[in-house]
């Protein structure tokens, strides 16, 4: 063979590899629906009371334990959902673990938002030098109090006796609904310079107030643009004059929606309730009751998880109804171990920190503790399925582990996340189970821990990034603990762009890395297991890091000796060739099937609703082959900042994206 033929031999091999190892797929699927999915029992409350009274047994007290910091755009929904879970109410409680250092921050970032806004109120020349977050803040405060005046206008007898526009619209929504509605898309007018996409204002609307049909939606996002014009013309004029222009613009658009209003009688109309507003506004400004307000609006629209929490809890406790939930906040110089103290000084926060915390809480009776991450939405009868496992072999159930579709927020992620969020779900679908016949995996979230076994190895670790991979190895170390497989999944967001994806996995691979030192110094568990155990995180860690990343190089490396002639693809007969193009069809198809098996967990109140949008969702779907190159970037990048000595040290969360409210 010449040396092209035998440079386009090795190619082939290395892609007929690839596809043998994309086909184990198939084998974890056998395995885990004939072992796990299969075979799941159909379960009751009744059937879980009759079991345990022949066991002469109680039905087990578990506690769900939920780590919230910064999480309030998504924690309202996760207690509502684990407290609708099928099972004894009087028997379960949640526990949702909050952190002092939020308060503080919020406490400092507010004092600075309303100095500004009300700086900028007083006398629109003066300026505070915020972070840009912080003056974004500021704005959408300041959008929320003219939104309130310019409403209250709209609603009084001497609009009403010349206009009429806007008002029989919106007038039938309640107050704070129509409110927050009215601010948000003046917010998002904003954002877009005048002229904010259709389907933007829609899921404004839909979000807002999710009981609206589709034709509701079409007369209430009109009429809504038409109320935000007045508010956008006294925001230009007490606040940004350079706003005119995004003013034109919207009333340009505002009126192509409204087909039966002209710009004319829009921009007559929004000079008759904006003048008014203006006025009003700058009378107040000054007022005690109007930084009252502003505090208020501040409040309503960037609360902290524990104001979140604490309405949430106080909604629970005046209908008088189980389970409970507990609200408990970290000290800020909590030392961060079980059982730990108070330092006096500040402490870096993590989620094995927090966790730590919450257990001194638990209810005396509790046998198991669950872990959810703020944004988890667990299958309704896990908790029927953990306490069933608890009674017919406590000793085989001590630690469940179940898989994490993290698709949730699908349809707001970049088309690399999606991908890399179906193909997450799938490992955790079918290949969790595998894993788990070499290695004591534990995930940080839809974890099941019986409380003895926690007590036994003296809780989470405070200090690693992979807290969860860290516990799992511990308990099987210390204790013999292996991890069983949980037949019931939980959905959960995924970070919603690469930057952010990227951060996350980094977290993750330098958590690895740390478990895999601690392991190599621990010098007190028995030494056959620590090498067994060391070995196989090396080989499902390390090991297949470097491969898959070395692998990731070899499509391009074709490319390039293919372009200069470097490559002989006669050595390879037509069915070879053919079987190329089968592959890349079959990846693409099976990347479709799994958006298509994992559709029932993603949110779909912001999926695409043009043509081009749901064409462009599908297209993205097929750059699987880029979006494979990046997969093993971040763990890499660990190995070689690790290498350096400059690993990540520090737990950073992941941003969520926020959800529509699910009712009460």
Known sequence: ??????????????????????????????????????????????????????????????????????????????????????????????????????????????????????????????????????????????????????????MSKRFQANYSVGVPELSSLPLPERHRLIRDICIEILAFKGKPPKKRLRFIVKKTCPWLSELDVERVY????????????????????????????????????????????????????????????????RSQEFK?????????????????????????????????????TVPFDFDGKLGGERTGKPVPSTKGRALNWGLRFIDPRTEVCGFYDAESRPHKDVLLYVGYRRLSDPEASRLLQGPVF?????????????????????????YLPWLFRTLPFVG??????????????????????????????????????????????SSEQTPPNFKAFFRQRLRWGTGHLQVVEKISKDG????????????????????EWVLYQMATFVPPMAMVLHYKNLLDPEIIPPLGQWLLSAFSLTYMGFTLYAFKRYSAYLDHSAKPETFLGKLSLYLGLLILPLAAFMFPVPYTTALILKALGREPKSWVKTPRTEEARIAS
């Open 1 to 154: 063979m010449t040396t092209a033929q035998t440079l386009y031999v090795l190619a082939f091999s290395v892609y007929l590899i690839f596809f043998v190892l994309f086909a184990r797929f198939f084998v974890w699927k056998h395995y885990s629906e004939k072992k796990y999915w299969n075979r799941r029992p159909s379960l009751k409350e009744s059937y879980l009371r009759d079991l345990g009274a022949r066991m002469g047994k109680a039905i087990p007290f578990i506690t769900i334990l939920v780590p919230a910091r910064n999480e309030s755009l998504v924690i309202e929904n996760t207690i509502k959902h684990l407290r609708s879970l099928d099972y004894p109410p009087d028997s379960y409680e949640i526990i949702v673990i909050t952190d002092e250092k939020e308060t503080m921050a919020s406490r400092d970032e507010r004092s600075r938002i309303l100095r500004t806004a009300e700086a900028i109120l007083q006398d629109r020349r003066q300026r505070n030098h915020l972070p840009s977050e912080e003056m974004q803040k500021t704005r959408s405060v300041i959008l929320s109090i003219l939104s309130d005046y310019a409403l209250c206008e709209f």
């Open 222 to 285: 009109p009429a809504s643009l038409t109320v935000a014009m007045p508010i956008l013309a006294a925001y230009a004029d007490l606040c940004d004059d350079s706003s005119y222009s995004v003013l034109k613009k919207a009333i340009q658009h505002t009126a192509e929606a409204n087909h039966e209003l002209t710009q004319d009688i829009i921009r007559r109309m929004t000079e008759f309730i904006a003048k008014r507003v203006t006025e009003l506004v700058r009378k107040a400004s």
């Open 292 to 328: 009252e307000k502003l505090m208020a609006a501040l409040e309503d629209m960037y609360p902290t998880t524990q104001e979140v929490v604490e309405r949430v809890k106080k909604d629970i406790e005046a209908k008088e109804v189980l389970p409970a939930v507990k609200h408990v």
């Open 406 to 430: 993290q698709v949730r927020n699908f349809y707001q992620m970049t088309a690399f996340c999606r991908i890399a969020a179906l193909y997450q779900a799938i490992a955790h679908d079918w």
């Open 444 to 489: 940080g979230t839809n974890v099941f821990v019986a409380r003895d076994l926690l007590e036994d190895i003296g809780g989470w670790d405070c200090q690693v990034l992979t807290e969860d991979l860290e516990l799992g190895a511990r308990a099987y170390l210390q204790c013999a603990a292996w991890p069983e497989y949980l037949p019931y999944s």
């Open 524 to 543: 007190s568990s028995d030494p056959a297991r620590r090498r067994q155990l060391k070995r196989s995180l090396i080989m499902k860690g390390q090991l």
